[in-house]
C-alpha cells in the first residue's frame, strides 16, 4: 500500500483514537470478523475505511442495548 492509498484509511491507533476503542478490542473483532480491516500485505498493518467508523459506531450501541457480538456481526452482514 503506497502512501497516497494510505491517506483514505484509518491505522488501528487512529481508528482506536478517534471511536474510543482498543487497539486489542479492534483486533479481536478482526479475529472473530466482526469488522474485517483491510491488511497491507508488506507490513501486516491493519487499516480501516471510514466508511468503518459507522460500524465502529453500530456496534458500541448495539453492544451497549445487550447484543452479543455474534448478533452484531449477523446484523452488520445484513445491512
Known amino acids: ?7 483514505k484509511y484509518l491505522s ?11 487497539s486489542k478490542t479492534l483486533r479481536y473483532y478482526d479475529e472473530i470478523q466482526l469488522i474485517i480491516p483491510d491488511i497491507d500485505e508488506n ?27 455474534n448478533e452484531i456481526r449477523d446484523y452488520l452482514q445484513k445491512n
Open 1 to 7: 500500500m503506497n502512501q497516497e492509498q494510505k491517506k
Open 12 to 22: 488501528i491507533k487512529e481508528m482506536g483514537q478517534r471511536r474510543g476503542v482498543s
Open 43 to 69: 507490513n501486516n498493518y491493519r487499516y480501516y475505511t471510514k466508511d468503518q467508523i459507522q460500524d465502529i459506531i453500530t456496534t458500541k450501541k448495539l453492544k451497549n442495548a445487550g447484543l452479543k457480538l
